[in-house]
């Protein structure tokens, strides 16, 4: 399989943490700035990015903390894994087998607004209840190349609607999403607009799981990977 995985990183410290995988030609390490998208501004990159990849039979993310919360991880075992059976795999999944509840118990108040983005993006209440098989979140997966421009694509459309101050639902995404995260209230200001974590990053970690299986993509748990 011809893969590409990029591995995220915001400075030199978090890319000194996984340097040790750029050994390998499948990976290229990116550096994302922090924003209130966190993780999820990489696709923002991988757009400008998409004739290194789109081609190929997958494309994937994962970021600077994957030794620290799998240790034992090692990209050789994962590559051997991504053999074509599946069209996503998936590292950090979820034991909670329903989405919104999984997200809600997180983010008070996460459901009303899944809702409302995606129900104005014209998609129907019924899916957006959907459950998919597999729940996973944290921006590290790899899936097949054409799922992942059609990701971007929804993407790029959420993002027109919470960067937009005339968009009705706009100010809603700038609540407090009471995430009890380490990053500090000046820093979260810099990042957020706001003294807390808003909504929108949280948003767009749970929505690859929800956009590929209503897509139709059968979604394998990594064996290499963990749930929480």
Not at 15 to 38: D, T
Request: with cysteine; aromatic share 16%.
């Amino acid at each position: 399989m011809n893969v590409k995985v990029y591995v995220i990183y915001h400075d030199d410290q978090s890319r000194k943490k996984v340097e040790e995988l750029e050994i390998y030609p499948q990976i290229e390490l990116i550096q994302v700035e922090q924003s209130k998208y966190f993780e999820s501004d990489i696709f923002r990159l991988m757009r400008k990015r998409e004739i290194d990849w789109k081609y190929l039979d997958y494309v994937g993310i994962i970021t600077y903390k994957i030794f620290e919360l799998l240790p034992n991880f090692k990209f050789s075992d994962f590559l051997k894994e991504i053999a074509g059976d599946y069209d996503v795999y998936s590292l950090f999944n979820s034991k909670n087998n329903t989405l919104l509840k999984q997200a809600e118990k997180y983010h008070p108040g996460f459901s009303i607004r899944w809702k409302n983005l995606l129900g104005e993006l014209g998609y129907q209440p019924e899916s957006l209840l959907v459950d998919p098989a597999v729940i996973f979140f944290r921006n590290w997966w790899v899936a097949k190349s054409s799922f992942v421009l059609s990701y971007i694509d929804l993407v790029e459309r959420i993002r027109n609607i919470l960067d937009d101050p005339n968009e009705p639902l706009y100010s809603s995404f700038y609540d407090n999403s009471r995430y009890a995260g380490n990053i500090t209230s000046e820093k979260l200001k810099m990042m957020c607009h706001r003294p807390h974590y808003t909504f929108h990053a949280f948003i767009l970690e749970r929505l690859p799981c929800w956009f590929f299986h209503i897509s139709g993509a059968s979604i394998k748990k990594s064996s290499l990977g963990r749930s929480i």
